[in-house]
């Protein structure tokens, strides 16, 4: 176990609950990389944590809950089709 966190990944701090990229994934029902994906773009807000070209990076819930909310009022765009 990663020092600071807990089990269930989350870190432990004497704020609101900060959440791991795995753990909002899981509460989200999505990936990782789709999580890292809405990430980039804007969608969802986070927490960088330390300085470097990689800071660690922690969801709230309050995050969670409002990426939730603008995404059922918008449509979600269909998966491409292989080839």
Do not use: K, N
Not at 29 to 41: C, F, K, N, P, V
Not at 56 to 79: A, C, G, I, K, M
Request: hydrophobic residues 30%; charged residues 25%.
């Amino acid at each position: 176990m990663l020092c600071g966190m807990t089990e269930t990944g989350h870190a432990a701090t004497d704020g609101p609950a900060l959440l791991t990229s795995t753990a909002a994934a899981q509460a989200l029902g999505i990936s990782t990389r789709l999580l890292r994906q809405l990430r980039e773009a804007g969608r969802i807000g986070f927490i960088p944590v330390g300085d470097g070209p990689r800071p660690r990076v922690y969801y709230t819930r309050q995050h969670l809950e409002e990426f939730l909310r603008s995404s059922s009022t918008t449509s979600t765009p269909r998966r491409r089709r292989r080839r």
